[in-house]
């Protein structure tokens, strides 16, 4: 399947119960850690159907979409948006289409990134973060969402995926796109500390199950309660916050004496009040002889 034809599928999966199910997860999660995110510049890379930075306040916000790749297998040029005539409506204005592993942007220029199930849908997951790290100011700030591949969304994909690779169960392929592969939580930590990331948070949600129907979906809302106590890391989505840290320089060699300025001694002062010079003598002053 190609890259293109993978996000077409995609888009049309989100417009499902389930899909929207996880598009409000995503938008609340979202809303409430980037509405006191400051800076200058800030990117979503990825899912043109959710808006990541409407609660966001800086002034430069941008969009950008994958671009598909160019006929001689390199990347992509970056592009302006498409028009609405070029496809399907979408939800959120595209500024970009570039590749995400290599994006139009100088070093050090970009404060904030939001990446929406970005590395999944990426042709080069671990070039697309290290190109995330490289367009980021120092402390500045990385936002991903994903899938859990250790929840039950991510047995019903890989029983799915398998059961058509054997041409078992007819009809039952895997619940989600096949697009891109899902990446572990722990395995996106250790990338990220790897780039040099701190983790600042990290939390789960969507512990209902996969299912499609919408009514069903409403009947299991109380396991998003008892799953956030019980099993907090077999949630559907994950969610990671993480900062871009920046050793200072450190002076090596050794450090030359710091040379002391002498000070000069005190001036003598003479006093009125000094005591007379005869006093100072150990001599008894002579008798005075009478006439």
Not at 36 to 65: I, S, T, Y
Not at 127 to 151: C, M
Request: aromatic share 10%; glycine share 8%.
């Amino acid at each position: 399947m190609r890259q293109d034809e993978s996000i077409v599928g995609w888009a049309a999966w989100l417009q499902t119960a389930p899909g929207r199910y996880l598009l409000d997860w995503e938008r609340e999660r979202l809303d409430q850690e980037l509405s006191d995110a400051f800076g200058f510049h800030a990117l979503q890379l990825g899912l043109a159907e959710l808006d990541g930075l409407r609660a966001n306040r800086m002034p430069h916000r941008w969009l950008a979409v994958e671009a598909p790749p160019a006929p001689d297998g390199a990347p992509g040029r970056p592009q302006p948006a498409a028009s609405a005539s070029d496809g399907p409506p979408r939800r959120c204005a595209i500024d970009l289409r570039c590749a995400f592993d290599a994006l139009p942007f100088p070093n050090a220029s970009i404060d904030l990134v939001v990446l929406p199930h970005a590395l999944e849908l990426a042709r080069d997951a671990h070039l697309a973060l290290r190109e995330v790290e490289r367009v980021l100011v120092p402390e500045g700030r990385v936002v991903i969402v994903g899938f859990n591949p250790a929840s039950l969304w991510g047995l019903r994909q890989n029983a799915g995926r398998l059961g058509r690779g054997l041409g078992f169960a007819r009809g039952r392929g895997p619940f989600l796109p096949q697009a891109g592969e899902w990446i572990g939580y722990w395995r996106l930590r250790d990338w990220l500390r790897l780039l040099g990331f701190e983790i600042e948070a990290g939390r789960f949600g969507c512990w209902r199950p996969p299912i499609a129907s919408a009514a069903w979906l409403e009947r299991w809302r109380w396991l998003d309660r008892v799953g956030a106590h019980w099993w907090p890391v077999f949630g559907a989505l994950y969610f990671v916050v993480a900062v871009k840290r920046v050793r200072g320089m450190r002076l090596v060699g050794v450090l030359k004496a710091e040379r002391r300025t002498p000070v000069a001694a005190p001036a003598a002062v003479a006093r009125r009040d000094a005591v007379p010079a005869h006093a100072l003598t150990t001599e008894a002053p002579a008798e005075h002889e009478w006439a």
